[in-house]
């Protein structure tokens, strides 16, 4: 399953239909797209910073609630990603988590949060030890996050990085410019920027559209 995860009001219904185009034309694996809100009971997760309601998917009943069977991949993007390359290698791996790395440049967490991949029933702890208390006795940069929640509690995870054509535009690894790389397959655009900031580039208004 290929998820993205909506709440507040910072991204509009275009970004959705956009992403689930590019995923569209770069995957061709059978697959399903779901956008996830979250349930009531974590209403309070998206009063804060930190992402937290995506934990949610490694909670196995959630899982099931989704129609999701034990061993199946899980996949969730940023709303914010530009595909720009095939997606089917990227997500034929047999880890139990994998998650994007290497590309902060400030924060010193070598995970990134923009892209990661579950195999459904693994890290369950990730859920069921989360509570803010416990998200914050864990080493952070400017507040607690989930992608510092991760390296927590799974700081042996697999990595995609740049080499595999995914990378974060204009942060570490980023060439000089703003070119696309030849081997990029995602882009993600962490902090306060997004694909709408940069569509006069070609490979933006390229990949980034409906």
Known sequence: ?????????????????????????????PYRFA?????????????????????????????????IAEGDRLVCLDLDMVITGPLDALFDRPEPFTILQGVNSSNPCSFNGSLWMLRAG???EVWQDFSLAEAA??????????????AAKIPHAAAWTDVDGV?????????????????????????????????HLDWVAQHWRA
Request: with cysteine.
């Open 137 to 150: 006795r864990v080493p952070f940069f400017q507040f607690p996050d989930d992608q510092a929640w991760f």
């Open 1 to 29: 399953m290929i998820t993205t995860w909506l709440w507040g009001r910072r991204y509009g219904p275009d970004y959705v239909v956009r992403l689930a185009a590019g995923v569209a034309r770069h995957l061709k694996q």
């Open 35 to 67: 956008v996830m809100r979250p349930e009531p009971a974590d209403g309070p997760l998206t009063e804060i910073s930190g992402c937290f309601c995506r934990l949610r998917s490694f909670d196995p009943a959630w899982q099931a609630r989704q129609g």
């Open 122 to 124: 693994q890290h369950a």
């Open 167 to 199: 990378y974060a535009f204009k942060k570490r690894n980023w060439p000089k410019g703003d070119a696309l790389p030849s081997n990029a397959r995602v882009v993600a655009f962490p902090g306060f920027r997004d694909p709408s900031q940069f569509g």
